[in-house]
């Protein structure tokens, strides 16, 4: 779908996966306008298509416009759009448990022009992939390093907008973990660096003496699709969670005293990833054993069991095709 300034959104249509022109002045390759979106279309157990709550997916895209001063996209004309889309490639959604079809919305500013103000043209576009398992064989425990040195988003900035420019800031903190054989950053906020923020690509829990705890949404943590189902479904099940601001010390207490049960991420890739071990400084803990704890694992039995179709979606999240 292309935008231009005085005509709005226009000319949406489908075309086979090729490579784009675009100009070099072109503002997004030097002002990073671009947001984006990641969501997947499932196989059920009855041979059905389904999309997992797709709605919450554009709703998030217009808020990360809002910020990045691009035009609204309209949502109820997406949506349309991205069923058209995966009922035409319908063949291209794998059934292999924990397979599926990527779906990455994007838009990026093109007007070439290189003075900093707004682009005056758009181009929205949906390109989708067949995607493999996140885990070669069940579910693996991941090691992950809180930063240092480096913050990730701050709110005030470019925040929670699911914008380029944050992924782009992250990249360092994902060198500096890698490099010291872990496979994600845990983000602590911009200005204390004490308070729980993410993961590179999830957002975080703690179940800490029997109760589950996220940071609250501030601004800068991005607002996980998984983890807002993720809270109904622990509500669902009478599993107190609780929304709010926690230290990486009070994580690094519940430790040492016992009482730090579980730590798991939430999101589209991730899924549920269990974490089994967590750096903080010199400190090395060690989570549940290194093995998957019982909420995660209800919580994953949950999640993919909605989206192969095999449990009731009873909160109407998803949409068959
Ligand atoms: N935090 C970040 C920084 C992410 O990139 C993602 C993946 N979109 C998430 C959290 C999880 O969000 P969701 O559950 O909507 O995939």
Redesign the pocket.
């Known amino acids: 779908v292309e935008y231009t300034e005085g005509k709005g959104w226009h000319d949406a249509r489908i075309i086979p996966y090729q490579p784009i022109q675009i100009d070099p002045s072109a503002m997004v390759f030097h002002y990073g306008q671009a947001v984006f979106?990641?969501?997947k279309a499932y196989k059920t157990v009855d041979g059905k298509v389904l999309l997992f709550r797709p709605d919450?997916?554009f709703a998030?895209l217009n808020n990360s416009n809002e910020r990045m001063v691009i035009p609204a996209i309209d949502e109820a004309f997406a949506l349309e759009a991205l069923k058209q889309l995966v009922t035409i490639d319908r063949e291209w959604v794998p059934d292999a448990p924990g397979t599926s079809l990527y779906i990455r919305p994007f838009i990026i500013g093109t007007e070439a022009n290189l003075g900093v103000h707004p682009s005056k043209s758009y181009k929205f576009i949906i390109i989708m992939s067949p995607s493999g398992s996140y885990y070669k064989e069940g579910i693996n425990p991941v090691k992950i390093m809180v930063e240092q040195k480096y913050v990730?988003a701050v709110a005030g900035g470019t925040g929670e907008a699911?914008t380029a420019g944050?992924?782009a800031s992250?990249l360092k903190g994902q060198e500096i973990a890698t490099a010291e054989g872990y496979s994600q950053t845990l983000w602590l906020d911009g200005k204390e660096k004490k308070y729980v923020e993410?993961?590179?690509?999830?957002?975080i829990f703690f179940k800490i003496n029997g109760k589950v705890v996220t940071p609250a949404l501030n601004g800068s943590?991005?607002?996980?699709?998984?983890?807002?189902?993720m809270i109904q479904v622990l509500k669902s099940k009478n599993i107190p969670v609780e929304e709010r601001r926690i230290t990486i010390d009070e994580v690094v207490e519940a430790n040492k005293n016992g009482t730090l049960e579980e730590v798991f991420g939430?999101?589209?890739?991730?899924v549920i990833s269990p974490v089994g071990e967590l750096k903080y400084l010199d400190e090395k803990i060690i989570i549940n054993d290194g093995k998957i704890g019982e909420v995660s694992q209800m919580l994953y039995d949950t999640l993919t069991g909605i989206q192969n179709g095999t449990i009731e979606d009873t909160f109407g999240w998803t949409i068959k095709l």
């Open positions: 979106e990641g969501l919450r997916n998030r990730r699911k944050n992924y992250a993410e993961v590179g690509s999830m957002n943590i991005l607002p996980g699709i998984t983890r807002d189902s939430t999101g589209t890739a991730a």
